[in-house]
Nanobody
């Protein structure tokens, strides 16, 4: 299983970014997909997740600003991030969990929110 995340970068406060994660090597449609992030000196935290059926969950601090979505035809999951704040600065990781509980991580993509 490979998860390839992309889309990170430097953005000013209030700006937007869209992260993408391309998955391969598994039956994408049945897996739970999520985005986590880890800021310097902090623990990794769940930002947003989406089930195979399309149900979503979000970290409270990103509700209303971030949207997770998935495209089964492209084996991809996305994280649209709007109204970005400096506290959103972190390395963002794509995560996949199979129905059997197998967990996979992609390499992170750095998001820096700064003026």
């Amino acid at each position: 299983v490979q998860l390839q995340a992309s889309g990170g970068g430097l953005v000013q406060p209030g700006g937007s970014l869209r992260l993408s994660c391309a998955a391969s090597g598994s039956i994408f449609s049945i897996n739970y997909m999520a985005w986590y992030r880890q800021a310097p000196g902090k623990q990794r935290e769940l930002v947003a997740g989406i089930t195979s059926g399309g149900s979503t969950n979000y970290l409270d601090s990103v509700k209303g600003r971030f949207t997770i979505s998935r495209d089964t035809a492209k084996n991809a999951v996305y994280l649209q991030m709007n109204s970005l704040k400096p506290e959103d600065t972190a390395v963002y990781y794509c995560n996949q969990v199979s129905p059997g509980g197998l967990t996979y991580w992609g390499k992170g993509t750095l998001v820096t929110v700064s003026s």
